[in-house]
């Protein structure tokens, strides 16, 4: 079901928001394969001229093998959309993002885009960020510096920012970068827009998992079938 509903929202954002001559930016994750599927299903139905620029190695790798054309924001630095997924998307569509590693770039190519664009299935959608994603948001620091910011943002907001350990080696997780990963376990709502910038601030930070004020729309994938869209609310 799951698997389902990351399928009908990757199809969907697909559909809408890429045309022909377009440079398109490529997400990291498990939904965006299928979203990937659907590009390179309409560039060969439509004989579309799609260049793609993708946000990791993961997304490097999917580009090659549905035969879609590589590119890299040193060619195509302004990208007319990009599609990526999202580990929890709250009311206001703000995004914890990096679950998979990749938030830097992700970040970068997003910002690139005049239009980002989120898909996602329905167990990423919730009213406040901390709901559905337990595991804190992740935090791309220098290797020398984890210790330090770990501990300034502990002091300065509370909670735990614990280094990522990988699973298959030993040590922490090690990102396309180079770099390692916090995670940081917050304890109530903040504002994220001022946390994000203070975080981004304590030097040794590389980026945040935060994405505020990005998103032009998320599509999600949902049980019954359907898919829901949410636009930013009107201020």
Not at 1 to 27: P, S
Not at 93 to 115: D, F, N, P, R, S
Not at 191 to 213: D, Q, R, S, Y
Request: proline share 4%; with cysteine.
């Amino acid at each position: 079901m799951v698997e389902e509903a990351k399928r009908l929202a990757g199809y969907a954002a697909v559909d809408n928001h890429v045309q022909n001559n377009q440079v398109v930016g490529v997400g990291s994750g498990s939904t965006i394969v299928y979203a990937v599927d659907r590009l390179a299903e309409r560039v060969r139905q439509e004989k579309l001229n799609i260049v793609c620029v993708p946000t990791s190695f993961q997304a490097r790798q999917l580009i090659l093998q549905r035969g879609l054309t590589l590119s890299d924001l040193d060619r195509n630095p302004e990208l007319d959309v990009a599609i990526d997924g999202a580990d929890e998307v709250d009311a206001a569509l703000t995004l914890i993002k990096g679950g998979g590693g990749c938030l830097t770039q992700e970040k970068i190519v997003a910002g690139c885009a005049k239009h980002f664009i989120v898909i996602a299935d329905f167990k990423k959608d919730s009213s406040a960020l901390g709901q559905q994603w337990k595991k804190g948001f992740p935090i791309e620091v220098i290797p020398m510096a984890y210790i330090p910011v770990s501990r300034a943002i502990a002091k300065r907001f509370g909670g735990e920012a614990v280094l990522r350990m990988a699973i298959s080696k030993a040590g922490p997780v090690v990102t396309d970068n180079s770099n390692f990963l916090l995670d940081w376990k917050f304890e109530h709502t903040h504002n994220w827009n001022e946390v994000n910038t203070a975080i981004k601030m304590i030097p040794g930070v590389v980026e945040t998992g935060l994405f505020v004020g990005m998103t032009e729309r998320v599509y999600f994938g949902m049980e019954d079938g359907s898919v829901r869209i949410r636009d930013p609310p009107v201020n």
